[in-house]
C-alpha cells in the first residue's frame, strides 16, 4: 500500500493481522486506488477534497467571466453562450431535454415545423380579445 508503506500480503504468513489491514483499508485517504474502485471506477482517482473544490473555484470563474461579459455585450448579450461546468467523475448531465423548447425554432421564435401547430381558432381569439402590446389586462 502507497500509503502505509506495508505489504498486505504479509497477512498470510501471519506477519500483519487481519484487523490491521481491514483498518488500514477502511481509513485510506479518498483519492486512493482502493476507494476510486469502490465509488465507481479509474475516473475517481485523484479527486480528494481538494479537487472537487477547485473544480467549484474554476465554474465560478467562469460564471463571474460570463456575467462580465453579458454585462457588457449590449444588444448581443443573447448570443453569449453560457459557461458548462467543469467535468467532475459520476456527474450526469445537467442538461434535460426540453419539449417545450425544442418546439420552437431558437433563431426566429416561431414554431418548428415537425412540432405541434396552434389551431387558427386559438390564434383568432387570441387576437381579438388583447389590445396590440399588452397580452393580458390588469383590473
Do not use: C, H
Not at 6 to 27: A, C
Request: glycine letters at 8%.
Amino acid at each position: 500500500m502507497r500509503y502505509y508503506n506495508v505489504d498486505v500480503l504479509r497477512v498470510f504468513d501471519g506477519g500483519l493481522s487481519p484487523k490491521l489491514v481491514l483498518s488500514l483499508v477502511g481509513n485510506l485517504p479518498i483519492d486512493s486506488a482502493t476507494i476510486a474502485a469502490l465509488r465507481g471506477g479509474p475516473e475517481y482517482v485523484g479527486w480528494d477534497l481538494n479537487a472537487y473544490l477547485l473544480a467549484d473555484v474554476v465554474d465560478l470563474l467562469q460564471w463571474v467571466q460570463y456575467t462580465l461579459i453579458v454585462s457588457n455585450a449590449g444588444k448581443n448579450a443573447k448570443k453569449v453562450k453560457k459557461p458548462e461546468a467543469y467535468k467532475r467523475p459520476g456527474a450526469k448531465s445537467r442538461k434535460k431535454p426540453n419539449p417545450f423548447a425544442a418546439a420552437f425554432n431558437s433563431d426566429t421564435g416561431t414554431l418548428a415545423t415537425n412540432s405541434f401547430q396552434i389551431p387558427k381558432e386559438v390564434l383568432e381569439r387570441s387576437k381579438k380579445g388583447a389590445p396590440a402590446g399588452a397580452p393580458f389586462s390588469v383590473r
